[in-house]
Nanobody, 126 residues
Framework: EVQLVESGGGLVQAGGSLRLSCAVS????????IGWFRQAPGKEREGVSC????????YYTHSVKGRFTISSDNARNTVYLQMNSLKPEDTATYYC???????????????????WGRGTQVTVSS
């Protein structure tokens, strides 16, 4: 059964940190590109960061570079998103998603990802 389960969201003050986790099952984990996406009310879903378990390539959207770090734990079939120096504009529902398309890591386009988790809410207060 295909399953992606996000956890780690919450309420944090600006400047704080959170670590999101995405536990993946039902796939050959090493064959995947796994991405984190976010969607704020009234806005389109955007790619935040992706990692390819095939070759280790990573993608970060410009607004999170230097603040967020994506990592993949093959032993736990889990991908993490460490979020530091959080800003109110980071407030959104965060989703993880997977694809077996190796090209999807290039630009984090949500349309290139096939399976999605239910999301976890991140709220950053000012």
């Amino acid at each position: 059964e295909v399953q992606l389960v996000e956890s780690g969201g919450g309420l944090v003050q600006a400047g704080g940190s959170l670590r999101l986790s995405c536990a993946v099952s039902g796939f050959a984990f090493g064959d995947l590109v796994i991405g984190w996406f976010r969607q704020a009310p009234g806005k389109e879903r955007e790619g935040v960061s992706c990692v390819s378990n095939l070759d280790g390539d990573k993608y970060y959207t410009h607004s999170v570079k230097g603040r967020f770090t994506i990592s993949s734990d093959n032993a736990r079939n889990t991908v993490y998103l460490q979020m530091n120096s959080l800003k109110p504009e980071d407030t959104a529902t965060y989703y993880c998603a997977v694809t077996q398309d190796p090209g999807a890591v290039v630009d984090g386009n949500p349309k290139e990802f096939d399976y999605w988790g239910r999301g976890t809410q991140v709220t950053v207060s000012s």
